[in-house]
C-alpha cells in the first residue's frame, strides 16, 4: 500500500508530466523535469544529464566507442535508480560519512596524485569538474561501500577448510600463478522470472555471442546492453586469480583461450558472457623483512597527559645513554605488562602487525638504536631495533590471499543477488 508521503511524489511526478495541467507544465519545466520516481525521492534531468556527460567523458578518455545517446542514458540512469535505492536504504539504516572523513579522504586522494589538496581542487575544477560534485560523488561512494559492508561483508565467512581445499585443488589444476583479464556481460534475469523472460534472456544473450564472435565491440557491447554494474566501464572485470572469479564462471574461464568470448552461462541472476582479454602468469614469491624489536611505553591516564608521559620517556631515554640496562628499566616501568616481563621485547615483527606511528618510527631505526619518543594510540614510547632478517613468507601470503580472494568473490556473488533483489523489489517510475 503506498503511503501519503509517496502519494505526494506521484502527484508531483504526474505534475511534471503534464497530467495535471499546462499551466503548471511550463513553470515545471523551468525547474527541473523529473525524470523518474524512486521509492519517496526523484531524479530530476539535470542530475541525469551531469552524469551522463561525466560517464560520456570517461568513455572517450578510455578510448571506448561511445554507444548511442539514448543507450548511454539508460544505462546512467538506472545505475542512478541503483545507487538511490542503496542511499535511501543507508539512510533508513543510520550510515553517514562526516566531513571528517569525506575531507580526509580527498586529501589522500590528493596525496597519491603527489598534489595537495588545494591544488587537486583546482586541477578538478580546470577539467570542468565542479569539486562539490566531486565530495558528493564521494560521499555516495563511501556511503553504499559502508552499506555494502554492513548489509553483506558481515554475513561473509571464509572457513580454513575452505582455504586449504581450494589451495590443494588450485596447485592440482596448476593455476596458483595465472591471472586472467577478463570482460563481462550480463544479461540479467529477475528471480521467479516465468519461462518466457528466460528464453527471451537467453535467445538476447546468444544474439549478442554471434555478433561479438564475428568481430562486434565488446566494450560498447557492454556499455550498450549489459545489466551488470561494470557497464559502463566496459565490462572490463580487471585481472583475477582464479580465486577471484565468480564461482560460476570458474568452469569456462579455465577453458577460454586468449580473446574467446564464451557462450552463454546461466547463474541465478541471469546469463553470462565472458571474453578473454588476457592472459598471464606470476611468481609466486613474497619475500618480508621482519625486525626484532624491543620498547618501553607510558600510557596516559588521568594523572599523567601526554607531556608528562613523554617527558618520563626522555628520562628513561637518558639513562640508558648513561649506561642504564634498557630491558632493565623495561621491567620496572614500562606500561606494556605483556612485554615489560621480557625486558620489552616483542619478538620477531612482520609488517603491518603493529600500530602505524610504531612501524614507521621503527623502520628508520638502524639495528640498536633507540628511538626519539614516539606516541601512539596507547601512550608514548621508547623503540629499540635489535636485528633484522629476511623471511620466505610465500605459505603464509598465499593462504592470506586465497583468504580474503574466497572473501571478495563470495561478496561480489552475493552484492550482485542483493542489488538486483533491491532494484526488483522497489517502486519505480520512469518518464524518460
Known amino acids: 500500500m503506498i503511503n501519503q508521503k509517496k502519494i505526494a511524489m506521484l502527484m508531483l511526478s504526474a505534475l511534471f508530466c503534464g497530467l495535471l495541467g499546462s499551466s503548471f507544465l511550463v513553470k515545471a519545466e523551468q525547474i527541473d523535469r ?12 539535470g542530475e541525469l544529464e551531469r552524469e551522463v556527460a561525466t560517464i560520456r567523458a570517461r568513455i572517450t578518455e578510455s578510448k571506448a566507442q561511445l554507444p548511442p545517446e539514448s543507450i548511454l542514458r539508460r544505462q546512467v540512469l538506472e545505475k542512478m535508480i541503483v545507487d538511490k535505492l542503496q542511499r535511501q536504504l543507508a539512510e533508513k539504516a543510520g550510515v553517514n560519512v562526516s566531513e571528517e572523513m569525506l575531507n580526509s579522504s580527498a586529501a589522500d586522494i590528493a596525496q597519491r596524485n603527489n ?6 581542487r583546482t586541477e578538478l575544477e580546470s577539467s570542468g569538474i565542479s569539486y562539490k560534485n566531486f565530495l558528493d560523488n564521494m560521499r555516495n561512494e563511501i556511503v553504499i561501500n559502508q552499506l555494502r559492508s554492513k548489509e553483506i561483508g558481515g554475513r561473509i565467512k571464509v572457513s580454513d577448510s575452505e582455504v586449504e581445499h581450494y589451495m590443494e585443488t588450485q596447485e592440482k589444476a596448476g593455476e596458483e600463478a595465472t591471472q586472467y583479464h ?8 529477475k528471480e521467479g522470472a516465468a ?25 560498447q557491447t557492454a556499455i550498450s546492453e549489459s545489466d551488470d554494474g561494470n557497464a559502463l566501464k566496459g565490462g572490463d572485470l580487471g585481472w583475477r586469480g582464479i580465486n577471484d572469479i565468480p564461482s560460476q564462471l570458474v568452469d569456462d574461464v579455465r577453458q577460454m583461450r586468449l580473446n574467446e568470448v564464451s557462450d552463454p552461462i546461466r547463474s541465478s541472476g541471469g546469463f553470462h558472457i565472458i571474453k578473454m582479454l588476457g592472459l598471464k602468469s606470476d611468481v609466486d614469491n613474497h619475500v618480508v623483512s621482519t625486525t626484532k624489536v624491543r620498547h618501553i611505553l607510558i600510557k596516559t591516564n588521568e594523572l599523567i597527559d601526554d607531556a608528562e608521559a613523554k617527558k618520563r620517556i626522555l628520562a628513561l631515554k637518558a639513562r640508558i645513554t648513561d649506561g642504564d640496562d634498557f630491558a632493565a628499566l623495561a621491567r620496572a616501568h614500562s606500561d606494556d605488562k605483556g612485554s615489560a616481563l621480557k ?6 615483527v612482520e609488517p603491518g602487525s603493529l600500530v602505524k606511528p610504531f612501524e614507521d618510527a621503527m623502520a628508520k631505526l638502524t639495528i640498536n638504536q ?12 621508547l623503540i629499540q631495533v635489535l636485528d633484522r632478517k629476511n623471511k620466505d613468507n610465500a605459505s603464509e601470503h598465499k593462504k592470506n590471499l586465497v583468504r580474503e580472494s574466497i572473501r571478495k568473490r563470495k561478496i561480489e556473488e552475493e552484492t550482485e543477488l542483493w542489488l538486483r533483489r533491491l532494484r526488483d523489489e522497489a517502486y519505480v517510475e520512469i518518464h524518460e
Open 115 to 120: 598534489m595537495s589538496l588545494e591544488q587537486f
Open 34 to 45: 523529473i525524470i523518474a520516481v524512486v521509492e519517496d525521492d526523484v531524479i530530476l534531468e
Open 343 to 348: 625486558g620489552g621485547e616483542l619478538g620477531w
Open 182 to 189: 577478463l570482460g563481462h556481460i550480463l544479461i540479467a534475469v
Open 195 to 219: 519461462a518466457s523472460e528466460i528464453q527471451k534472456a537467453q535467445a538476447k544473450a546468444n544474439g549478442l555471442v554471434k555478433k561479438l564472435r564475428a568481430g562486434q565491440d565488446f566494450s
Open 370 to 381: 633507540i628511538s626519539e619518543p614516539v606516541q601512539s594510540q596507547f601512550g608514548w614510547h
